[in-house]
């Protein structure tokens, strides 16, 4: 499968933003998808993740009520949905997949678990 994540930008805090993570090659329903981001001079962290089947969504307790992952299965594409940002979101945002990775409350922010990454796309938080 190959991930192609878009929808970054400049956004003022507070604004709002919707990721797309668009997959060609596969049905991206079979697949675990997560939502990572990565600030200069940080880690790559997990944001969201969203489960093959039965759709269990996960969050990280810096996004948790704020972010909102889904799938839309007829696109085959997850999206990300970003509200009340805050300057400390701005990073490279990377969506990743995996058809094997069995994620659950414990697990969904494994980077080691997904196989598959996107490009990444650049989200600017500011005034």
């Known amino acids: 499968v190959q991930l192609q994540a878009c929808g970054g930008g400049l956004v003022q805090p507070g604004g709002s933003l919707r990721l797309s993570c668009a997959a060609s090659g596969s049905n991206l329903e079979n697949y675990a998808v997560g939502w990572f981001r990565q600030a200069p001079g940080k880690e790559r962290e997990g944001v969201s993740s969203i489960s093959k089947g039965s759709g269990s969504t996960y969050y990280s307790d810096s996004v948790k009520g704020r972010f909102t992952i889904s799938r839309d299965n007829a696109e085959n594409t997850v999206y990300l949905q970003m509200n009340s940002l805050k300057s400390e979101d701005t990073a490279i945002y990377y969506c990743?997949?995996?058809?094997?990775?069995?994620?659950?409350?414990?697990?969904?922010?494994?980077?080691?678990?997904?196989?598959?990454w996107g490009q990444g796309t650049l989200v600017t938080v500011s005034s």
């Open positions: 990743a997949a995996d058809r094997l990775f069995q994620i659950d409350s414990r697990r969904w922010h494994w980077k080691d678990g997904y196989d598959y």
